[in-house]
């Protein structure tokens, strides 16, 4: 199993822009989280989803983040228009029901 | 809101100790708690933890949980270079499938 993928690795983008981060979880995981890391508020629960549903985005800051999860294997998180407070780390994590989570690579991202 | 506070937040010790990082939480409707570890990628998935009193062991990594005091201690044993990491405690709970992170533990183990 290739465990979750997440792309791009890093990214560095200029205020304003429109930011994309791309995960594919591991088959047959039927949950799907997205993480925020920076050192100042450590990991953060976004937004996650189940069965491809959002199940709950209060974590999600503000309007200018949007999920999607058009199919089991893929799910997107978008930023627009991105902003420096953004830069961060950006986990993607799948699981099944009571078992652990496996974490994706990561997406660092640099708004400047 | 649910809340997960580890110490120290970071630790440097001489390779061969022996190093106890704690966590404590406060969480609706407790599921498991669940310990990572970190280098400079992903978290990597050490143990869950679902029942009090009942330790776990991997190697020299060894973990309890205390459900009556909220809180549960990471054990690691003839410490090695390797061992370096950012170490994270996190609980499931709450009716939500996600977890609540604490902010880690960063441990530096010097040769």
């Known amino acids: 199993d290739a465990g979750v993928i997440q792309s791009p690795r890093h990214e560095v983008t200029e205020m304003g822009q429109e930011v994309t981060l791309r995960c594919k979880p591991i088959s047959g995981h039927n949950s799907l989280f997205w993480y925020r890391q920076t050192m100042m508020r450590g990991l953060e629960l976004l937004i996650y989803?189940?069965?491809?549903?959002?199940?709950?985005d209060s974590g999600m800051p503000e309007d200018r983040f949007s999920a999607k999860m058009p199919n089991a294997s893929f799910s997107t998180l978008k930023i627009q228009p991105s902003e420096p407070r953004d830069s961060a780390v950006y986990f993607c994590?799948?699981?099944?029901?009571?078992?652990?989570?496996?974490f994706g690579s990561g997406t660092r991202l640099t708004v400047v | 809101e649910d809340k997960v506070v580890q110490s120290p937040l970071s630790l440097v010790v001489h390779e061969g100790d022996t190093v106890t990082l704690n966590c404590s939480y406060e969480v609706t409707n407790f599921r498991s708690l669940l310990w990572y570890k970190q280098e400079k990628k992903a978290p990597t998935f050490l143990f869950m933890l679902?029942?009090?009193?009942i330790e776990k062991k991997s190697g020299r990594l060894s973990s309890i949980l205390d459900k009556k005091e909220l809180f549960s201690i990471l054990n690691i044993t003839a410490t090695q270079t390797g061992d370096s990491a950012i170490y994270l405690c996190a609980v499931s709970g709450g009716g939500a499938d996600g977890l609540t992170f604490g902010k880690g533990t960063h441990l530096i183990i010097q040769p």
């Open positions: 994590a799948s699981s099944r029901r009571d078992t652990g989570y496996t």
């Open positions: 989803f189940n069965n491809n549903v959002p199940i709950d």
């Open positions: 679902t029942s009090s009193g």
